[in-house]
Nanobody, 120 residues
Framework: QVRLVESGGGSVQAGGSLRLSCTPSTALVNTYCVGWFRQAPGKERKEIGSIFLSDGRTWLADSVKGRFSVSRDDANNTLYLQMDSLKPDDTGLYTC?????????????WGQGTQVTVSS
């Protein structure tokens, strides 16, 4: 069982930046990937980024590519979502997720999320 805690959300004006953190309760040994999700008000949750822990490859949705980045800090056992050039459409609840599967991103552990609000 892995618990995930997100932090770093808040309110920011359009064009600003935030860095979200995702801290697992245990070291993610043999974990295939960690994903970042966003749920905008009234919309379904969507994956916007992920990192594959074996080699550090990252994936970003087209809607955030060029503005967001996903990274990891193994020394602090923390994953990050750096968000730059924020837009009002980026408003939502941001959640990280991971999996105990070793070869697929079938997420089965979820954090509670951190709220991001971007004003115009």
């Amino acid at each position: 069982q892995v618990r995930l805690v997100e932090s770093g959300g808040g309110s920011v004006q359009a064009g600003g930046s935030l860095r979200l953190s995702c801290t697992p309760s245990t070291a993610l040994v043999n974990t295939y990937c960690v994903g970042w999700f966003r749920q905008a008000p009234g919309k379904e949750r969507k994956e916007i980024g992920s990192i594959f822990l074996s080699d550090g490859r990252t994936w970003l949705a087209d809607s955030v590519k060029g503005r967001f980045s996903v990274s990891r800090d193994d020394a602090n056992n923390t994953l990050y979502l750096q968000m730059d050039s924020l837009k009002p459409d980026d408003t939502g609840l941001y959640t990280c997720a991971t999996t105990d599967w070793t070869s697929t991103c079938q997420y089965n552990f979820w954090g509670q999320g951190t709220q991001v609000t971007v004003s115009s």
